[in-house]
Structure formats: C-alpha cells, structure tokens
T-cell receptor, first 115, second 116 residues
C-alpha cells in the first residue's frame, strides 16, 4: 500500500530565508505526488503536483518541489519564506495508473516563519 | 465555479445524537471524497463516490457512519449515536474521474464536529 512520511513535525525558518519541508513516499510503481497547505480552521488548498516529466515542479505562491526517484522524496521548497507561509503542509501520494483514487496523506509539517 | 461547499461548518452535539453533514462538490466533478482529520493528524480517507455509486469505504467507516450521494451531485455523511471519539473535522473533496490519476482533488472548508 502507498504511504508518505513527513519526518519533521515542525519547521522553523526566519523570514527571507529559504525553506524546505521534507516528504518521502512508499509506493509500488511510479507515484503521483501532491502538496497541500492548510491554514487554521480551514480546508486543504492545493499547491502543486508531480505527474511526470520535469523533476522540478513549480506551484502556487512561489513554492516548488523536487521529485527524486532514487531517494523516493518529494521535498517542498521556497527560496524566500514569508510570515504568511506559516501553516500546516501535507504531502500526499497516489499510485500511478490507479485512476483518480483517493490520496494518501502524511501527518503534516507545521511551518513557522519568524519575522 | 464556487468550489466545494460544506455545511454546517461547525456542529456541537451531545453524545448519542445523530448528525448529518452536507457537501456540494464542484459542479463538473464526478468523484466525491470524504476524509476525517483529527488534531495533529493528516486527513484520513473515509469513502468516495463515482457519481452516485459508492466505490470504496475505509475500515474507519464504522456501522454508525453512512454516506450517500443520491443523484450524483451533493453528498451527505451521517453519524449515528455519536461518540466523543467522533470529534474531528470532516472534509469533503471532489475531482474529475477521467485520466490515469493525475487529477487534483479539491477540498472544501471542512465541517467541525464536537461531541460533548
């Protein structure tokens, strides 16, 4: 069965510094990978996804993620963090060729950007 | 396109009562999903529909839970004889069916349930 791991419960970064939120996945075959963000008491907002092609995926709000098949990772990155980026971030996976079946989510990483 | 709509947004109920949540998906989406999220956890899959057909139910969906999508449009999630452990946010999401799996799932704002 597919799964994702987000090894850090919390990431703290100073405003203006680059940020990385880590995600590793486990799936048989090739994956579809997604990142979502959740602000307090809100639903999840889609940031970006990897389907195929270029390993570097660009998404909303200046975020990007790099797919690394050998390391089974899909880390979320942003060159310069903003205080408004403070939120809960979730990585999710769907098995390739599974059709549009439900996503499997990690436990989430809380990002805190300090001014 | 108004996005995925859920109501009520908040519900406080006494243990043992029944509650029902409604979800209106994005209009052209034929797949609808229900997830549950508790504090400190990621969303956990409950069930999903293709039009009016319920395709899969998670082991998390006990007999007290029932979901319907009667005309392939809106969906309801009912919890009977609520327990304190049911306190969570219930998330609805929708997507297109077509394709091999790259379609994005779009979430609503969630419905918070507190069982006292």
């Amino acid at each position: 069965a597919q799964s994702v791991a987000q090894p850090e419960d919390q990431v703290n970064v100073a405003e203006g510094n680059p940020l990385t939120v880590k995600c590793t996945y486990s799936v048989s075959g090739n994956p579809y990978l997604f990142w979502y963000v959740q602000y307090p008491n809100r639903g999840l907002q889609f940031l970006l996804k990897y389907i195929t092609g270029d390993n570097l995926v660009k998404g909303s709000y200046g975020f990007e993620a790099e797919f690394n098949k050998s390391q089974t990772s899909f880390h979320l990155k942003k060159p310069s963090a903003l205080v408004s980026d403070s939120a809960l971030y979730f990585c999710a996976v769907r098995r390739l060729m599974a059709g549009n079946t439900p996503l499997v989510f990690g436990k989430g990483t809380r990002l805190s950007v300090i001014a | 396109d108004t996005g995925v709509s859920q109501n009520p947004r908040h519900k406080i109920t006494k243990r043992g009562q029944n509650v029902t949540f409604r979800c209106d998906p994005i209009s052209e989406h034929n797949r609808l999903y229900w997830y549950r999220q508790t504090l400190g956890q990621g969303p956990e899959f409950l069930t999903y529909f293709q039009n009016e057909a319920q395709l899969e139910k998670s082991r998390l969906l006990s007999d007290r839970f029932s979901a319907e999508r009667p005309k392939g449009s809106f969906s309801t999630l009912e919890i009977q004889r609520t327990e304190q452990g049911d306190s969570a946010m219930y998330l609805c999401a929708s997507s297109h069916r077509e394709g091999t799996g790259g379609n994005t799932i779009y979430f609503g704002e969630g419905s918070w349930l507190t069982v006292v």
